[in-house]
């Protein structure tokens, strides 16, 4: 198997990478032209039998997800595409969409024939406005060429594709909150069943797919499924993107097949920065439990991650070296979920910003012995208890944090953070704006 496999990343570096013309010259719609000549149930079941598990972090097959949308119902079925990417450290859908569009277009249009949609959405985050006009200028691009619009490539199906902007909250990237935004209210979870293959957008069948997910199709359309199957692990099938931030030599997107160890990607990151050494890091996003050193050669897939004790998530490797305060960086987080926040649910709403609180007197040094019992406490009254995994998220930053560095936390009884951990030691770039 090769360390790398380019498939959506492929041609990024190419000139004019996402305009149409470029896009058909590597094979850009040839996938849609035999995905459309296949009737809509053989390519769920090519979907199927390739294993292709959601990409936006909870890694439900995306085969089935479709199967469960009831053609027997007479309302109209709608497909969106989740672009609202906000996960702290992740950052792999949006460099797709900047450099080759079409490939998400494209994936837009075999997956909504699947399910016999006739309208799609792009949902994306609102603060990209430049992401926003590309994805706009693929979608006329699309239309001109008779990709889109009615009577697609003269074989009588319809589609319609709309590129909807969100307003910048993080909870919109839950896929009913999302709905709820798209159908102009304000962004907050829904209460499940109903599901929204059954009851989604304007209370119709709808599938919900992350940009990574919809854009892996037409590849498995061109190549097949034992194509897509000689990638990765026995569960985890596929090729996927990777981000790799934080203290390494060159961070950015690395596309590998699923089950690539956090050791051979950092080597490929050309290593931790000159002098350190990895203390801990996040395997998908700061929702995700953090991991230590010891779990370096752990595949990077939904089973080894699971076993571990982490989540796979949104494949967000953030690498923190000893110079890091884990008290910092857990109240960091935490912040930006009490922030993040919508407010529904009691337990997230009051529960993070009392964990903000307790984290506060960690970071000063004004803790109190019982403060760590207490701030797990808390913990244990808010993970599980709300519509959505917000909640879930801060309490999986915190309790894992305090599994791997309890001392460090004791340490806040009597010595502030910022003594133990100079916060300019661990800055990626110095004051002076030179790199470290």
């Given at each position: 198997m090769d360390v790398l496999t380019p498939v959506l990343s492929e041609h990024w570096g190419t000139e004019n990478s996402w305009k149409l013309s470029r896009y058909e010259t590597t094979g850009g719609y040839r996938a849609l032209r035999r995905a459309l000549d296949m009737q809509p149930a053989d390519v769920i079941s090519l979907v199927k039998e390739a294993n292709l598990r959601g990409r936006g972090g909870a890694g439900f097959p995306t085969g089935m997800k479709w199967s469960f949308v009831?053609?027997?119902?007479?309302?109209?079925?709608?497909?969106?595409?989740?672009?609202?990417?906000?996960?702290?450290?992740?950052?792999?859908?949006?460099?797709?969409?900047m450099a080759s569009p079409h490939t998400l277009v494209?994936?837009?249009?075999?997956?909504?024939?699947?399910?016999?949609?006739?309208?799609?959405?792009?949902?994306?985050?609102?603060?990209?406005?430049?992401?926003i006009r590309r994805l706009q200028q693929a979608v006329r691009e699309a239309y001109a060429a008779g990709y889109l619009?009615?009577?697609?490539?003269?074989?009588?199906?319809?589609?319609?594709i709309i590129v909807h902007a969100g307003a910048g909250a993080y909870i919109c990237g839950e896929e009913t909150a999302l709905l709820d935004s798209l159908e102009g209210r304000r962004g907050q979870p829904r209460?499940?069943?109903?599901?929204?293959a059954v009851a989604g957008l304007y209370a119709s069948p709808t599938v919900v797919n992350n940009v990574e997910s919809i854009a892996s199709v037409p590849s498995i359309i061109a190549n097949g499924a034992a194509w897509f199957q000689a990638m990765g692990t026995e569960k985890s099938k596929g090729f996927t993107l990777y981000s790799?931030?934080?203290?390494?030599?060159?961070p950015g997107q690395f596309e590998a097949p699923l089950g690539i160890t956090l050791r051979e990607l950092i080597e490929l990151g050309g290593g931790v920065r000159e002098g350190h050494e990895l203390k801990f890091f996040t395997p998908g996003g700061s929702s995700t439990p953090i991991l230590t050193a010891e779990s370096l050669d752990i595949p990077l897939d939904y089973e080894g991650m699971a076993g571990a004790g982490s989540m796979l998530g949104t494949k967000a490797l953030q690498v923190f070296d000893e110079t890091t305060?884990?008290?910092?960086?857990?109240?960091?987080?935490?912040?930006?979920?009490?922030h993040e926040s919508c407010g529904k649910c009691t337990p997230c709403r009051e529960g993070t910003w009392w964990l903000v609180q307790l984290l506060m007197r960690f970071e000063a040094g004004t803790a109190e012995e019982g403060d760590i019992e207490k701030m797990l406490d808390a913990c244990d009254n808010i993970g599980g208890r709300s519509f959505c995994a917000l909640a879930d998220g801060a309490v999986a930053a915190t309790t894992s944090a305090v599994k791997h560095f309890r001392?460090?936390?004791?340490?806040?009884?009597?010595?502030?953070?910022?003594?133990?951990?100079?916060?300019?030691?661990?800055?990626?770039?110095?004051?002076?704006?030179?790199?470290?």
């Open positions: 009831p053609q027997d119902n007479p309302n109209p079925k709608y497909l969106v595409v989740n672009a609202d990417e906000s996960e702290p450290g992740t950052c792999k859908d949006m460099p797709l969409m494209e994936g837009v249009i075999i997956s909504a024939f699947a399910i016999n949609a006739h309208t799609a959405f792009i949902y994306c985050r609102g603060e990209v406005l430049h992401i619009g009615k009577n697609i490539l003269g074989t009588g199906y319809d589609l319609d209460l499940r069943p109903p599901f929204p790799l931030s934080g203290h390494v030599k060159h305060s884990v008290v910092r960086t857990t109240l960091r987080w935490v912040e930006f979920y009490k001392h460090e936390f004791e340490q806040g009884y009597h010595t502030p953070a910022w003594e133990l951990f100079p916060y300019e030691k661990s800055a990626v770039f110095a004051t002076d704006g030179a790199a470290r």
